[in-house]
């Protein structure tokens, strides 16, 4: 009896390892829609009876998301291939084996595989069966995928199969490309003399801008050798889907005398190319960042795959307010819709100068509801739009060099008196992140130096000028406050920081104020950092925070008592001060100096002027004010008896190592 039993289960076993390919797609409920193109197609069928196979089945989600009409042989091919033995490209099974670009990509959660931008879904992937056919054993795979595979498609009886790029920019009136045109460009290659690029075996990337494009008139001829080999990426096959972002890729004018890179941008659902001109020649003189939407994207060709664009790349012939009004849904034309209802005047100022820097918000930055509710205030929304704009040109490289880090002051912007902060931050690749600081928003530059014929945009991740944080999370989070943060987290000191429902007035010192503290008050600075003194270190920090009704502006503090001395109650006791203005001049022959300073404010308080580093650091709930001097005094800490001594390099190493680990 139990001989009959394991009999029975072993053929049970058999059967499950034996179900066939098509019995598999035909009995998953997720596949059925696949399934039912397969039965309607003979060649397939007879492939499923007789052929080693690989077979790509979208789901039917994908097919939900799929306008067209699926050719089922372009998701087979006639090699069996497992995820672990694919290579660069797999021949399909459709009429002249257009081949299936294939991508591996490294996550954080493991190996992401792609056929041209599908990826595979791998825990429905990599299924194995064999089909008998007279005395041999033909192997089939079966992966799952999530987006239906699209050939390049004739609009004619005409048959047009596996085309490189030069054969499908030579034919592409008779291709299915919607509306787009590339019929100029195709003009520009022949001209140039430059077919060989986009007939070139091996493994590339066509960015091909479309008819549209093309205006104003003289640009066309602007597309020249140089520039058209700005649009050929070679040994990389680019699919949308795979492809890191900002990651900048060389393209075929990356030479001795021109560098020019290429990188991908998604934003919302759009998905956007931008060429860097990191190094121009005589004829190509304009550095920068050209950006361009891909209008139709992943059209496979037999050496590669091609992008429509929007426009021509590495052609700089617009202004910043061109750029702006260019594209009704570009990447930041809610900014311009904003500036267009309400910033008549700083319009007025883009087209007017000739070197301007625009720090542009993201269309997702202006959705924010933080912003939608000020834009209720015209005349609040007026000195934003201000803020953003400098009146001098200021590439990323230029910014790098007067970062916080290295003590900037500040750059002036249109708004009055208001200026914008910047600091670098190294990535743990060696990469760089740039932020920009104004009116207390710390924002990313997340695409930088788009290039216009008078100035520069960088698009931001947060608008300027509309806080997000409370005093106590800018604290937290602001690289020039770190050990104004550490020491507040002794006693408990920067919990009441959060609270939404007071009003904080801070003068928080920044690291260097505790550097420069520590040469004046040599004795005071070394008992402030060791744990026996915290409670002194609290009561220091008490008389940096006033809490009362309202956040006080350095405007609103230089306007009461009419200049004379005020008393503002802080945490501690009383903080007696006295703002002014005072002029403060940059070096002007610094060829790295950003702006050269008109003013400066300034607090007289216990007989010493302290500059206020940056004022009006916007938070939720209240203001802080970065300045240079501790307010200190060499009495604060008093100690009985002998002490061991601390130096204070040292600790402030620990401090912010203590930070990093936050």
């Known amino acids: 009896m139990l001989s009959i039993k394991i009999a029975v289960l072993a053929t049970i076993v058999a059967g499950i390892h034996a179900v066939s ?102 825990a429905q992937s990599n299924f194995e069966s064999q089909v008998k056919v007279g005395d041999e054993m033909k192997t089939q795979v079966l992966h799952v995928i999530n987006e239906v595979l699209e050939p390049v498609r004739s609009n004619s009886a005409k048959m047009i199969s596996n085309p490189n790029a030069y054969e499908f920019l030579n034919q592409s009136e008779e291709l299915q490309l919607g509306v787009h045109r590339v019929r100029i460009f195709r003009q520009r290659v022949v001209k140039e003399n430059k077919q060989e690029d986009f007939k070139a075996d091996g493994r590339y990337t066509f960015l091909i801008p479309v008819e549209e494009g093309f205006t104003p008139a003289p640009r066309p001829e602007k597309v020249d050798r140089v520039v058209i080999d700005g649009h050929v990426i070679p040994n990389h096959v680019l699919f949308t889907s795979p492809t890191p972002e900002n990651v900048p890729y060389k393209t075929l004018a990356f030479t001795d005398n021109v560098k020019v890179t290429v990188s991908f941008l998604k934003q919302n659902d759009k998905v956007y190319v931008k060429s860097n001109t990191v190094m121009g020649d005589a004829n190509h003189p304009m550095t920068g960042v050209v950006l361009a939407e891909i209008v139709k994207a992943n059209i496979p060709v037999r050496n590669g795959v091609v992008h429509l664009i929007q426009r021509p790349l590495m052609v700089v012939d617009t202004t910043v307010k061109d750029f702006l009004e260019e594209k009704e849904d570009g990447p930041v034309y809610k900014f311009y819709e904003m500036i267009r209802d309400f910033g008549d005047e700083i319009m007025s100022t883009i087209s007017q100068l000739r070197d301007v820097t625009l720090f542009a918000p993201s269309n997702a930055a202006l959705e924010e509801p933080g912003v939608q509710r000020i834009l209720q205030d015209k005349e609040r929304v007026k000195e934003i739009l201000n803020l953003h704009c400098v009146k001098e040109r200021l590439p990323l490289d230029k910014i790098k060099n007067k970062s916080v880090s290295q003590s900037n002051t500040g750059v002036p912007t249109a708004a009055d008196r208001k200026k914008l902060y910047f600091n670098v931050v190294q990535g743990p690749r060696g990469n760089q992140t740039v932020t920009v600081e104004g009116g207390g928003v710390n924002a990313t530059v997340i695409t930088a130096n788009i290039a216009a014929t008078n100035g520069i945009i960088h698009i931001i991740d947060r608008v300027l000028g509309v806080p997000y944080t409370t005093v106590l999370e800018k604290l937290k989070t602001d690289p020039m406050l770190n050990v104004t943060y550490i020491l507040g987290q002794r006693r408990d000191f920067n919990d009441q920081l959060n609270d939404t429902t007071k009003r904080f007035t801070y003068f928080a010192p920044r690291d260097y104020a505790w550097n420069v503290a520590e040469i004046s008050y040599p004795s005071t600075m070394k008992k402030l950092f060791m744990p026996d003194f915290s409670y002194h270190t609290k009561q220091i920090l008490e ?83 970065v300045i240079d001097t501790v307010f200190l005094m060499d009495s604060d800490v008093r100690v009985k008896g002998s002490a061991s001594v601390i130096s204070l390099a040292p600790h402030l190493i620990m401090i912010l190592v203590a930070k990093w680990l936050l």
């Open 543 to 625: 008389r940096h925070l006033v809490i009362a009704n309202e956040a006080y502006t350095m405007a609103k503090l230089k306007e009461m008592k009419h200049n004379e001395s005020i008393i503002l109650p802080t945490v501690r006791d009383s903080l007696k001060i006295r703002v002014r203005e005072a002029n403060e001049n940059d070096n002007k022959h610094d060829e790295n100096a950003i702006r050269p300073e008109s003013f400066v404010y300034q607090i007289q308080w216990n007989n010493m002027h302290i500059r206020v580093f940056r004022p009006d650091v916007e938070c939720t709930n209240g203001i802080i004010h």
């Open 21 to 122: 390919m098509d019995s598999k797609i035909r009995d998953d409920s997720d596949l059925s829609q696949f399934y039912h193109l397969l039965e309607a197609n003979p060649v397939a069928n007879l492939t499923l009876m007789y052929r080693h196979v690989t077979v790509f089945a979208p789901t039917n989600r994908a097919f939900q998301k799929y306008n067209g009409t699926a050719k089922v042989l372009y998701h087979m091919a006639n090699l069996p291939k497992t995820i672990e033995n694919l290579g660069d490209s797999i021949s399909s099974e459709l009429e002249g084996n257009p081949p299936l670009w294939v991508t591996k990509k490294q996550t954080a959660h493991g190996e992401e595989v792609y056929i041209n931008n599908a990826k595979i879904l791998m």
